[in-house]
């Protein structure tokens, strides 16, 4: 279950607090000191950890929560609005282009959980009545290809691809007339992915960024790989300007450091989450709920 581990280690923390008439600032700092911890065992970014801890004790220890009738519940209430807020604060939506179609690029490292997400996030769009075009731009992966035109089938979207011997920026550009010609409302890039960040990949999906105009660069990465999940990010984000990252595998992500730390680190919001191996499993990112479901 996501953030299990934060989420108890957090409750301890609080408990503490928690239904005491009075407390001092030196219960709040020890409070603090366990959030702390429990933030960093959770492999959140050290800093994001630091400024973290930080605003929430100016903002406890500062105003009149520690005189007021419920001084526990205030600081556990600051401390609920802070993650909410390092989640990035409200639900960030999916783009809709003012003229059709909205282009949707995916990209992510190999094993991510790209491809699949293309398939999960053309089903949610088919729920909000919108008709998605699947297309196979991943034309290294062997496979690649078959996997998307399987999904597309399950979902029953149709699915572009012209093979492995076409280039990407060609697909991408023909998919689009693809669209416009039968009037399909979100065109959906399945980008390649490799195992690690190099020039030939980034340089490849800038060209396809730049014939595909797209209005989202989705970035699709695991959040149990943690901290490694932020460098990524970060890395992408540098080169090809996100708009938006798509967590996957956030359902067996125990700790919960890839979705605490990605918005401080880059700037960036997640949009989705990816909670497990089906199609319908994606959920739109909630900062509130996840913030919620950490303090119990
Ligand atoms: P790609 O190489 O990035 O395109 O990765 P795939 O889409 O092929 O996914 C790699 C593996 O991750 C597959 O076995 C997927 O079923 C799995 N996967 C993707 N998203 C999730 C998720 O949200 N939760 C879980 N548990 N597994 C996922």
Known sequence: MAFESLASRLQSAFDKLRGRGKIDEASVNEAMREVRLALLEADVNFKV?????????????????????????????????????????????????????????????????????????????QKQNRKPLLVACDIYRPAAIKQLQVLGGQVGAPVFALGDKVSPVEIAKQALEHAKANHLDYVLLDTAGRLHIDEALMDELKQV???????EILLVVDAMTGQDAVNVADS?????????????????????????????????????????????????????????????
Do not use: C, W
């Not at 995916?106 to 949610?124: D, E, H, P, W």
């Open 49 to 125: 950890v630091k400024d973290f801890v930080a605003r929430v004790k100016e903002r406890a220890i500062g105003q009149d929560v520690l005189k007021s009738l419920t001084p526990g519940q205030m600081v556990i209430k600051v401390v609920n609005e802070e993650l909410t807020e390092l989640m990035g604060g409200n639900v960030a939506k999916i783009a809709v282009a003012p003229k059709a179609p909205t282009v949707v690029m995916m990209v992510g490292l190999q094993g991510a959980g790209k491809t699949t997400t293309t398939g999960k996030l053309a089903k949610y769009l």
């Open 209 to 215: 960024r730049e014939v595909a105009k797209p209005d």
């Open 236 to 296: 992408f984000n540098q080169q090809l300007e996100l708009t938006g990252v798509i967590l996957t595998k956030l359902d067996g992500d125990t700790r919960g450091g890839a979705a605490l730390s990605v918005k401080a680190v880059t700037g960036k919001p997640i949009k989705f989450a990816g909670m497990g191996e089906k199609l319908d499993a994606l959920e739109p990112f909630h900062p509130d709920r996840m913030a919620s479901r950490i303090l119990g």
